[in-house]
């Protein structure tokens, strides 16, 4: 059964680098099959799509964060990483990282999350 | 980017009631819809993909339709464990958007 664990700092202060490891279990990263993925959820709010890797480091990102961001992988580890660069308070959030499948028939969706870590960005 | 709007955002709703959840595209997005639900403290968990697909293992109950810009989440018998937040997410083009959306919460 596959896992993804999300590990970094619980605390950042401002203008600093966020940076979270998402390790993967159960299963390769090195799959042509899926992308892997970063989600962030402010405190009591919705869902905002970060950016997404593939397993040979092709990426997209949203351009809302692109010119902060930055998503690596690691496939001899089997985990992939988030930074995101010059912080602030609008920053604070749980932090998701996801599997993204390909459908057979087209189509994609996001089918397997780890739990999540929150970070807060203060001094 | 796409713009995703959830109606409503808010819904109380009794055991056994039926229940529809409605999510609006700024753009057509051909069938690239996926619905989520999110427990408290939780991740989001896939209910439905590709606009009606029923994920495997989700209760027949819950179901999809639409295409287009206009897709629509049904409950058909709630039952005490859909009390939760649910969220649609276009999947036709970067950057992928959630909607708002909407806490179904028991009256």
């Known amino acids: 059964q596959l896992q993804l664990q999300e590990s970094g700092p619980g605390l950042v202060k401002p203008s600093e680098t966020l940076s979270i490891t998402c390790s993967v279990s159960g299963g390769s990263i090195n799959s042509p099959t899926y992308y892997w993925g970063w989600i962030r959820q402010p405190p009591g709010r919705g869902l905002d799509w970060i950016g997404i890797?593939?397993?040979?480091?092709?990426?997209y990102y949203n351009p809302s964060l692109k010119s902060r961001v930055t998503i690596s992988v690691d496939t001899s580890k089997n985990q992939f990483s988030l930074r995101l660069t010059s912080v602030t308070a609008a920053d604070t959030a749980v932090y998701y990282c996801?599997?993204?499948?390909?459908?057979?028939?087209?189509?994609?969706?996001?089918?397997?999350w780890g739990q999540g870590t929150l970070v807060t960005v203060s001094s | 980017d796409i713009q995703m709007t959830q109606s409503p955002s808010s819904v109380s709703a009794s055991v056994g009631d039926r229940v529809t959840i409605t999510c609006r595209a700024s753009?057509?997005?051909?069938?690239?819809l996926v619905w989520y639900q999110q427990k408290p403290g939780r991740a989001p968990k896939v209910l439905i993909y590709?606009?009606?697909t029923l994920q495997s293992g989700v209760p027949s109950r819950f179901s999809g339709s639409g295409s287009g810009t206009d897709f629509t989440l049904t409950i058909s018998s709630l039952q005490p464990e859909d009390f939760a937040t649910y969220y649609c997410?276009?999947?036709?083009?970067?950057?992928?958007?959630f909607g708002q959306g909407t806490k179904l919460d028991i009256k």
């Open positions: 590709a606009a009606t």
């Open positions: 753009q057509v997005i051909s069938r690239w």
């Open positions: 996801a599997r993204q499948r390909r459908l057979t028939g087209g189509g994609t969706d996001f089918d397997c």
């Open positions: 997410q276009q999947a036709d083009s970067f950057p992928y958007t």
């Open positions: 890797i593939s397993y040979s480091g092709r990426t």
